[in-house]
């Protein structure tokens, strides 16, 4: 597969621009991430022919580590989606099954490692975007904590949630990739001056005290991904941790929470998508500016984006704003307050990374309430800015399983190094 890939590639892109950690190694990109003279268009035709004039700040270090983007992968339209299946592009397909569904929205970039395609590939992490699809297709994704890795380039959906992380077959490609991707930006005011060395990643569990949220275990977790996940846990105690349970009561507010604050913030970020400064110019110019705006986005957006934008301006209207955002914002300040006061009894916190496996083509699309319900072991550490990884475990029903493991704010160092005693041990 890597042979007849490298025949698309001339020997100086197979080389690398840079000479750093990652010479001559070929990573995918999500179409979220800007690419210099490369086409990015968040999976939309209203961002049809985008070509950005400049690279985002992670595919910049890419290129300095000696990286080759090897291309852009299929996401759900603006992040918007749990499988891959809200894409202009069509559905992405999961390779350890091509009747279900990748998961989303950096379901490309999880197919293409799993797949074979590249070894490492950047996907982006709004509430379980980089997790999700690295459960279902039985890869590691790193959601890192926020502000660890520039968003600048970063095509913005929910802005005080995303975060671009690494995507690898293994967690020592995975913390590789981290380790370039890490660190300040100016350009950035959220991000923070907090690098990774790849030099300390070790297989360190022992002696570690890692918090098993009882919320994780609940209703909706399907029972053999619940028993595949708590035989991990019982290899992590094996190799020396110790385990304590936990509460986290508000967690049941999170996906409201979660799903009334981001679709405000994309009503907010989307309205710049008007066919005058970015998509397609309405045919009829003589017609008012208001009917051409809303020809323009409505043949450009799709079904969720569209239903996205119009919640969160819903929620954000006068008589609403109160009732709706500022609920949710003070629900997001207890959940980051719960997660907080848990991880002070423990180093860790682990549970199962999705509810289920991945489910068959057109299953969650049907019913948008039961697709973002798929996002309620992901979305609260989004909410918390927490770090959270997801590794293989095992398989249920005969498909991946994801075990996660989430740690203190910036905390990346320990979340790896559980991550890699785990995968070392099994």
């Known amino acids: 597969m890597a042979d007849i890939y490298n025949a ?26 800007s690419t210099k003279d490369i086409e990015t268009t968040c999976a939309s035709k209203i961002l049809k022919g985008y070509i950005p004039p400049y690279d985002a700040h992670a595919v910049t270090l890419l290129k300095q580590a000696g990286a080759v ?3 852009k992968t299929n996401m759900d339209e603006f992040g918007m989606g749990s499988t891959t299946e809200n894409s202009a592009f069509g559905a992405a397909l999961n390779p350890r099954d091509t009747t279900r569904v990748t998961g989303g929205s950096s379901g490309g970039s999880a197919a293409a490692v799993a797949g074979g395609l590249v070894p490492l590939a950047l996907g982006s992490d709004t509430g379980g975007s980089i997790r999700c699809p690295a459960a279902w297709c039985g890869i590691v994704g790193l959601k890192p904590s926020y502000g ?25 490609d995975t913390a590789k990739l981290f ?29 570690k005290t ?23 846990i019982a290899k992590l105690e094996e190799l020396g941790a110790k385990t304590v349970e936990v509460s986290l009561p508000s967690m049941k507010y999170a996906l409201a929470a979660y799903y009334v604050t981001c679709t405000c913030e994309a009503s907010s970020n989307l309205d710049r998508f008007d066919g005058v400064r970015y998509g397609e110019i309405a045919p009829d110019t003589n017609m008012p500016w208001h009917d051409a705006y809303t020809k323009v986005r409505t043949a450009g957006f799709g079904d969720e984006v569209r239903r996205r934008i119009i919640l969160g301006t819903f929620a954000l209207s006068a008589g609403y704003y109160g009732k ?4 949710a914002r003070h ?37 948008p309430l039961q697709m973002y319900q798929a996002d309620i072991l992901t979305v609260p550490a989004n909410i918390a800015g927490i ?18 493991i989430m740690g203190r704010m910036y905390d990346e160092e320990t979340v790896l190094n559980a991550a890699l005693a785990y995968e070392e041990a099994c």
């Not at 660890?148 to 020592?172: D, K």
């Not at 890692?210 to 991990?232: L, Q």
């Not at 423990?346 to 969650?364: I, Q, R, S």
């Open 8 to 33: 698309f590639l001339s020997e100086a892109e197979i080389a690398g621009e840079g000479d750093g950690i990652l010479k001559g190694v070929r990573v995918a990109v999500k179409d979220n991430i």
């Open 324 to 327: 709706y955002y500022v609920k």
């Open 69 to 71: 983007i090897a291309g």
């Open 210 to 232: 890692i918090g098993i949220p009882k919320e994780y275990f609940g209703e909706g977790v399907d029972e053999a991904v619940s028993e595949t996940v708590k035989n991990a």
């Open 387 to 404: 770090p959270a990884i997801s590794v293989p475990c095992g398989t249920a029903h005969n498909m991946p399983v994801g075990l996660q």
């Open 179 to 207: 380790s370039v991707i890490a660190g300040h930006d100016v350009r950035d005011s959220t991000s923070v001056n907090k690098p990774y060395d790849f030099a300390g990643l070790k297989a360190d569990i022992a002696g």
């Open 148 to 172: 660890r890795v520039s968003r600048f380039g970063l095509i913005a959906y929910a802005n005080s949630f995303e975060q671009i992380g690494p995507m690898a077959n293994n967690v020592t």
């Open 331 to 367: 629900a997001r300040q207890q959940i980051a307050k719960d997660f907080a006061k848990a991880l002070t009894q423990c180093d860790l916190l682990a549970g199962p990374t999705m509810p289920n496996v991945a489910p068959k083509l057109g299953e969650l699309t049907k019913d």
